[in-house]
């Protein structure tokens, strides 16, 4: 009797196992695999992040090349990089799951994995909240929802922390610039600007149309930021020809770890603590309170 409730047992769980798991991705569209995903190719960063933090980190099998967080992440094969994605590498792999990044690839390679059959959740984590609802549908294509809620609610309650602490600080103007030629920078349609926001800062591109618009020098000039950030040193410094700017003449140019800034992973949100820590000294810089 015992050995047939055991059996009965194991039938069970795995019947469980191989039942079907839907989530939708950030097109919007369901997508639904015949049971949780156990071999996945990660095609971002973020994304590999995403499925360390919800504990699918065993069931990455590869990932591309500028994928190097947490560690272990580093000894895993790679499928592709910056100048795209080896779709026979892939292939090899064998993966029931394929998380691609809208914005970080070329689309035709992602039609393509779909037309070989492979199941592909694209991802697109505009604001700060879409990191956390991004985990917990790869919690259920993974078979790892209360690892993935747990994920998501921690983040999302740090967040909250930050956003209270931080809710009454003096204003001040920020210019986040990710390169410098061309200048590129965030607008209040990214992740990146929804952080200042958080941290107390008015990002002076803020109401740009695009999340990563291009400005020129006299743009620049003429929003005349208090504060100026960048990812890079040498990016910040070539305004030193220009001492008319707040920034520049108060010394209030600060470089940041680029990774937590720019990767819309569950690091975002020690990114958020950082840059909140250096609108904060800027704020002491410039004589402002902190109340």
Known sequence: ????????????????????VTAPD????????TGPAQRIV???????????????GRQLVATVDYSNYPPAARLLPRV??????SLEAVLRQRPDLVVAWQ???NPQELERLRQLGLAVFVSHPLQLDDVATEMQGLGQLTGRPMQAEAAARRYRQRLAQLRLHYAHRAPVTVFYQISSAPIFTVSQRSFMGAMMQLCGGRNVFGPLAQAAP?????????????????????VLAMWDRWP?????????????NEDLLTIPGPRLVDGAAALCATL????????????
């Open 1 to 20: 009797m015992r050995r047939l409730l055991v059996a009965i047992w194991c039938a069970l769980c795995g019947m469980a196992a191989q039942a079907a």
């Open 26 to 33: 950030a097109s919007g569209k369901p997508l639904t695999l």
């Open 42 to 56: 990660s095609l971002s960063p973020h994304a590999t992040e995403m499925l360390y933090a919800i504990g699918a």
């Open 80 to 85: 592709g990089g910056y100048s795209g994605v």
């Open 103 to 105: 914005d970080g690839g």
């Open 214 to 234: 291009q400005v020129g020098i006299e743009a620049v000039v003429a929003a005349q930021p208090q504060v100026m950030l960048a990812g890079r040193a040498d």
């Open 244 to 256: 008319v700017l707040p920034a520049v003449a108060r010394h209030t140019r600060y470089v940041l």
């Open 280 to 291: 904060d000294t800027a704020r002491r810089t410039l004589g402002l309170t902190l109340d």
